[in-house]
């Protein structure tokens, strides 16, 4: 029997038992295989994939939708990936105009990859700004930041929804609810008894990912992150909005480098909703 053309495989919706399938995919393309951030987003989240009649997956992406429920307001796009042996025949582009058909009028949001970045032009998104990931061992040292931070209590969870959901605009609690369970530590900054901040730190092959990191001010931002620093042997990894230019100082200062800038691009809006200032880093480029 011949083999179908690429280009006629149909895409069908990704499970968490397609994990070692999409980890294998990430591996394909010279990405980690980061099992651990899979299964949230395709718990979290939705997958699409394409199956290789040879075995394995030709393409996968996952999204992840916010706000609520019926009617999401927002959908981040994520983890696009096509074997390498399928690249450049059109298998990327289709699996994008398939979400982006799927999503009808609902604003979309990505973190784009330079290579990624074309396939999302021609397809209308925009670039609205820019991230900078960093990676490395945090040193401490120099004058500590001043604001309290102690890990955050199951009576947090819903503060934390409250403020989350103020910065990033829309609701996000499936993501924010699974946080507990999927990082390695969970933290709040503090001003007397009022929540003014929030950041996680978890697992992701040999590092420590921090993120989500939202903050009332740089202070803040400087005070969770060295307290996860804190509490940890790895090093760290996180991606930064490159508009918090005094934050990304003090990262580097501290011994964290600059591994790649990722563009953040949206379709059906102009601008990410909420309030950039106090969103300081994504829970992953993957999911906003
Ligand atoms: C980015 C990626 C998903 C594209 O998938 P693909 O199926 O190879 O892409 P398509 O064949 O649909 O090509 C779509 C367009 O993307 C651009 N493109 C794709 N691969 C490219 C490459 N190697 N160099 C330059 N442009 C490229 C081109 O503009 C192309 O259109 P064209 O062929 O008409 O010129 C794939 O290369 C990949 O998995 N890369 C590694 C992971 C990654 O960076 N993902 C993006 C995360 S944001």
Sequence with gaps: ?????????????????????????????????????????????????IDDPGGGLVAA???????PGERPDLVA?????VAERHARQGVGRRLMRHIVSAMGATPLTLYATPYGRPLYEQLG???????????GPFAPGGPE????????AAEDLGSIL?????????????????????????????????????????PNMDTQVVGPLIARDTETAKSLIASLADRT??????????????????????????VAMNSVMTYGITELPGDWTRRFAPLTVAAG
């Design 1 to 49: 029997m011949p083999t179908p053309s690429v280009a006629a495989l149909p895409i069908r919706r990704l499970t968490p038992r397609d994990l070692t399938a999409c980890a294998d995919l990430s591996e394909d393309r010279g990405w980690p295989r980061e099992e651990h951030k899979w299964r949230l987003l395709l718990t979290a989240g939705k997958g699409y994939g």
């Design 61 to 67: 992406c996952v999204i992840t939708e916010y706000g």
């Design 77 to 81: 796009i994520g983890m696009v990936l």
């Design 125 to 135: 998104f925009k670039t609205t700004g820019r991230s900078e990931m960093l990676k």
């Design 145 to 152: 930041p001043r604001v309290a931070t102690r890990a955050a």
């Design 162 to 202: 409250r403020l989350d959901e103020e910065v990033f605009g829309t609701d996000r609690t499936p993501l924010i609810a699974r946080l507990p369970a999927f990082s390695d530590q969970l933290r709040v900054a503090v001003d007397g008894d009022r929540i003014v901040g929030y950041a996680a730190a978890w």
């Design 233 to 258: 042997d790895r090093p760290l990894r996180t991606d930064i909005d490159i508009r918090h230019e005094e934050l990304l100082a003090w990262v580097k200062e501290r011994g964290l480098t600059s």
